[in-house]
């Protein structure tokens, strides 16, 4: 395939859609809001000097307040790097090690995906969370470790957050950071992002299963965030320093003088639960298995991928109930777990290779 020319117009940066901050009174507002509470009134001077600071650090645009230099192995030794963002890099690194040390137990990230817990408005525990403790007793009977992670929690914890993606990628791939160095952000208040401990926690797999419900014929609204802060696993750049953190015109001469688009996450193999209750299941899980094969993982075979719907065109009032009847899905689940274990066995014993490893693709992209 040719490669585009790397001319100042294929660089040009089109801008007009956001150009001006909020104003003072807006940014006052806003940030007073999370105060509403009149237990906080004793302390009204004390939140009027935060909101100084605050609004100091936003319209100065403190995004990484504290930094550390980039140093000899990166492209830009001089460039100051988020303190931050460097720890997740580091920690992201020895995880990656660790799971590719032969020695290591084998490690299964085991994804549920439902924005119900009980600890929130629904009052009960999702379907999903039933059938990943399902999950998680094969997976420990078949060997392997499990690690749990509970998208839930955005709904519970104080303070927890997946950031939106800003679509970095979209300017330029190396734009996009591996990890996400869009966050966090003090002088935006986005903070508390939990990706950075995600991505930690998917580099240390050697397995991924996820069992989602659907959604208005979506996966989750957690799940998708997550997936969508995933795409500096798929082509991002290690090195913020080599596009002086956000440059958006170096970034696209980057990608345009020959970018290789790493896949950071490949090679781990993949299971897919999706259940409904009424339609949109088929849709979920081919979307769901395509975003794993695009980034690189490996089906655990045809018993890996189930959607399956609970409960068709029953009350919400009885789904439990339902899934306590449906001894069929409970055990299609079960199994979906064994072939993620046995897969995982086989790929690190070197039996489970992609056919088409050893092909170049004509498009990197």
């Known amino acids: 395939m040719a490669r585009p020319s790397n001319t100042a117009q294929s660089r040009d940066v089109r801008k007009g859609q956001v ?7 807006v940014f006052r507002q806003r940030f007073l809001a999370r105060f509403y509470d009149p237990e906080f ?32 192995d990166r492209a830009n030794p001089d460039y100051d790097l988020s303190e931050e963002w460097v720890a997740a890099s580091e920690a992201i690194a ?19 995906a439902a924005s119900r817990n009980d600890y929130t408005c629904p009052s009960e525990i999702s379907k999903s969370w039933r059938l990943a403790q399902l999950a998680r007793a094969r997976l420990q009977a078949e060997g392997m470790e499990v690690d749990l992670l509970d998208l839930s929690l955005l709904a519970s914890d104080p303070s927890r957050h997946i950031h939106p993606c800003k679509g970095c990628v979209s300017t330029a791939m190396p734009l996009c950071h591996w990890p996400c160095s869009c966050y966090p952000n003090h002088s935006l208040d986005q903070v508390n992002d939990w990706m950075n401990e995600i991505y930690e926690r998917w580099a240390s797999c050697h397995g991924v299963m996820i069992v989602t419900p659907v959604y208005w014929y979506q996966v989750a609204s957690p799940l998708k965030l997550m997936m969508d802060r995933l795409v500096c696993a798929d082509g991002g750049n290690p ?15 980057i990608e345009l003088d020959g970018w290789d688009y790493p896949k950071h996450l490949a090679g781990r193999v993949y299971g897919v639960v999706v259940h ?13 298995a395509d975003w794993l094969d695009w980034m690189g993982l490996i089906p655990a075979g045809a018993q890996a991928v189930l959607d399956r719907f609970i409960g068709y065109y029953k009350p919400y ?31 690190r014993a070197g039996q489970l290779d992609p056919p088409d490893r050893e092909l170049t693709p004509p498009r990197l992209k």
């Open 19 to 25: 150009t001006e901050p909020v104003s003072r009174d």
């Open 41 to 72: 009134r004793r302390e009204d001077a004390a939140i009027e000097r935060l909101e100084a600071i605050a609004w100091d650090a936003y319209s100065n645009k403190r995004k990484a307040p504290v930094t550390v230099k980039a140093g000899p």
């Open 94 to 112: 020895a995880a990656q090690r660790r799971q590719a040390d032969p020695a290591t137990p084998s490690r299964v990230l085991l994804v549920c």
């Open 239 to 253: 090195d913020p320093s080599a596009t002086c953190g956000k440059d958006a015109q170096l970034a696209k001469a």
């Open 276 to 288: 409904g209750d009424v339609a949109g299941i088929e849709g979920v899980r081919r979307a769901l």
């Open 317 to 347: 009032a009885t789904s439990h109930a339902e899934l306590d009847a449906d001894t069929g899905v409970q055990g299609e689940v079960a199994n979906v777990a064994a072939a993620v274990a046995r897969a995982v066995a086989q790929r």
